[in-house]
């Protein structure tokens, strides 16, 4: 019986070990796509820098959506007096954060 | 050691006796660990890609609001704003929107004078030019849905009723898609055509402030100066995305709160009591000798078993599903939808920061629960344990 039981130890013991080498491998496959993406970050920073953009062309249902960060807190209800949000991007973004603001800063 | 070793062999001999039980336990818990690690790890990647794309945005946008809508610029302020202590260039934009009715997709209009070359997949039209009608740069996902080439014209209504046809002179790659999909950059007077932005006035203005420690102070005099203006700096453009995808990876927790919540409620189950034949068998250990730190040590065994096989399935399923499938299961809610829609895939990466999300998640509270019950067994008499 106590051979057995070395014997389950063991098997769980290799199991585990082959456990962490798999992860670690998936997570080395992980770090070198990553990797490989910074040569072409590189020449989109350009892009970025270049055009001056401010925003990422995800979601273009609505000004608003399309540039979040530029948008006025009350850009979605601009089409009409307590408008209802209307487009399901938009449904996504976040209402504003409410943080210490920056003194003397505008509307 | 071998004391130590004996007592994991009772342990996965004991956790092997009900088989079904235990199997049960580590599947639901391997995907527990497997949802929350990807999804800690995709948000994570989006998090990391927008901050690297958008690293290099201008350090100050100025707007023009009034009544809470956007108005044009005066070009004019563009040379009172150098003269603030600090600033570097200050760069009138000419951008917008225009509808595109037959893909009924949103474009975006830019101005410029030129587009760096390296993100161009199609380098061998004349790029933007204000010859013959013009000619403009489009993202690809334009190109794709239009059926565009280069030398295609792409028509747009302008907003003194006229018709404006730039042919395609480039298109952008599909690796920028993430920033370009929708993207129409054109020379700026063609721009201001299309737009309706008057000679003098632009969209806003980007300013480089030389000195990033104050950013804050010349936001203040901007402020100052105006009355009328909204500066948005580079680190609230980066705060917006973040907010963005914490929101959306928010959602995602909602959804995956009610599993959570079961898990929670078969560990609480487990913390609360050991069944009868468990306290029995803690008696039969106490009657033939073992001390109540080996019962707890046998029973911390158990759980640690339990937990790290868990913890590493749970960490290889999240990783398959995001490096072999791309976060399938979390992208519609994470990257969102819309009708031109950029391909682009984010690259995860598992690091110290995933595993010690999963860590305390994982291991510490099915440890605790396993201890627990086991103590209170543990110290009454054996007697009155097995007669239980």
Same mark, same amino acid.
């Given at each position: ?61 609505? /000004? ?40 003397? /800063?505008?509307? | ?120 997949? +199609? ?18 996902? +334009? ?190 809610? +994470? ?54």
């Amino acid at each position: 019986m106590r051979s057995r039981q070395g014997l389950l130890t063991r098997v769980v013991l290799a199991f585990l070990a082959g456990e962490i080498a798999i992860a670690a491998g998936l997570a080395l496959v992980g770090t070198f796509r990553a990797a490989r993406s910074q040569t072409t970050r590189a020449a989109h920073r350009l892009l970025v820098s270049e055009l001056g953009l401010t925003d990422l062309a995800l979601w273009s249902d609505a /000004s608003y959506c399309r540039h979040p960060s530029l948008s006025v807190f009350f850009s979605a209800h601009a089409d009409h007096p307590s408008a209802m949000e209307h487009f399901p991007a938009g449904a996504m973004v976040p209402p504003p954060r409410i943080e210490e603001p920056i003194r003397g /800063s505008g509307p | 050691m071998r004391r130590h070793l004996r007592i994991l062999d009772h342990a996965i001999a004991t956790l092997l006796q009900s088989p079904i039980k235990t199997l049960v336990v580590v599947s639901v818990y391997s995907l527990l660990v497997a949802t929350v690690v990807s999804l800690v790890l995709y948000v994570d990647a989006h998090h990391r890609e927008a901050a690297a794309l958008l690293r290099s945005a201008p350090e100050v946008v100025v707007q023009r609001i009034r009544g809470g809508r956007h108005e044009p610029l005066p070009l004019d302020r563009a040379a009172t704003i150098r003269t603030i202590r600090g600033v570097g260039e200050v760069t009138p934009r000419v951008w917008g929107y225009s509808y595109d009715p037959p893909t009924r997709a949103t474009l975006t209009l830019w101005g410029a004078e030129s587009v760096p070359e390296e993100t161009l997949e +199609i380098r061998d039209g004349e790029g933007l030019s204000n010859e013959a009608g013009g000619s403009c740069i489009v993202g690809q996902g +334009i190109a794709d849905v239009r059926f565009l080439g280069v030398g295609d014209r792409l028509p747009f209504k302008c907003a003194d009723g006229g018709l404006a046809a730039p042919s395609v002179g480039g298109v952008f790659t599909s690796e920028s898609a993430m920033l370009t999909n929708d993207l129409v950059v054109l020379p700026t007077a063609l721009a201001r055509r299309i737009l309706g932005v008057e000679p003098g006035f632009c969209t806003d203005m980007a300013v480089q402030v030389l000195n990033p420690n104050e950013i804050d102070t010349v936001v203040r005099k901007l402020n100052e100066l105006w009355p009328d203006i909204r500066a948005v700096t580079r680190r609230q453009v980066l705060q917006t995305y973040g907010a963005v995808f914490d929101w959306r990876g928010g959602i995602w927790i909602l959804v995956i709160s009610g599993p959570i919540a079961a898990f929670s409620i078969l560990v609480w189950d487990k913390a609360t009591g050991l069944s009868a034949e468990e306290v029995q068998a803690v008696g039969i250990l106490k009657a033939i000798g073992w001390k109540t730190t080996e019962v707890m040590e046998l029973k911390a065994a158990e759980g640690a078993v339990v937990s790290a096989v868990s913890l590493l399935t749970g960490l290889i399923a999240a990783e398959i599903h995001l490096v072999a499938f791309n976060g399938a299961v979390f992208a519609p809610v +994470i990257k969102g939808w819309s009708v031109l829609y950029p391909p682009f895939d984010v690259s995860p990466q598992l690091g110290a920061y995933g595993v010690l999300v999963c860590i305390p998640l994982a291991v510490l509270p099915y440890v605790a629960a396993s201890l627990l019950p086991a103590w209170r067994a543990a110290v009454i008499d054996p007697d009155t344990a097995m007669r239980s």
